[in-house]
């Protein structure tokens, strides 16, 4: 899975990688971005709050929901987990959110 990187991103140079590792939790996860961001920086000399985690983004389909609930925990811009686009990717739920809005949608 790890293989598989968006044409858009191709040319992204990464400072770290973190692996998830399965009896994390999403707190611990989080604190291991930051702290491999940390890390890099100090490796280089540089400050450790030198690199600002900028996005998070998902590497396909899958990862779309970890991206946002990810995305809220690090603080960055977001479409988020909760709230009105928390079920985006739902087609009945796309579909009901057209219907009441009155815009041209299929029927699902």
């Known amino acids: ?14 400072i770290a990688q973190v ?39 998902a590497g396909g389909e899958a990862g779309v929901d970890m991206a946002d ?8 811009m977001t479409n988020g987990a909760q709230g009105d686009f928390a079920n985006r990717r739902d087609k009945y739920v796309s579909g009901e959110a057209a219907a009441v809005s009155r815009s041209s949608s299929l029927r699902v």
């Open 69 to 76: 609930v990810l995305s809220e925990n690090l603080g960055l």
């Open 19 to 57: 692996d998830d590792l399965e009896h994390w939790s999403l707190e611990q996860l989080v604190d291991g971005i930051e702290q491999a961001a940390s890390a890099a920086a100090m490796k280089l000399g540089r400050p450790a709050d030198y690199y600002q985690i900028a996005g998070c983004i």
């Open 1 to 14: 899975m790890k293989t598989h990187v968006p044409l858009s991103c191709r040319d992204l140079t990464y």
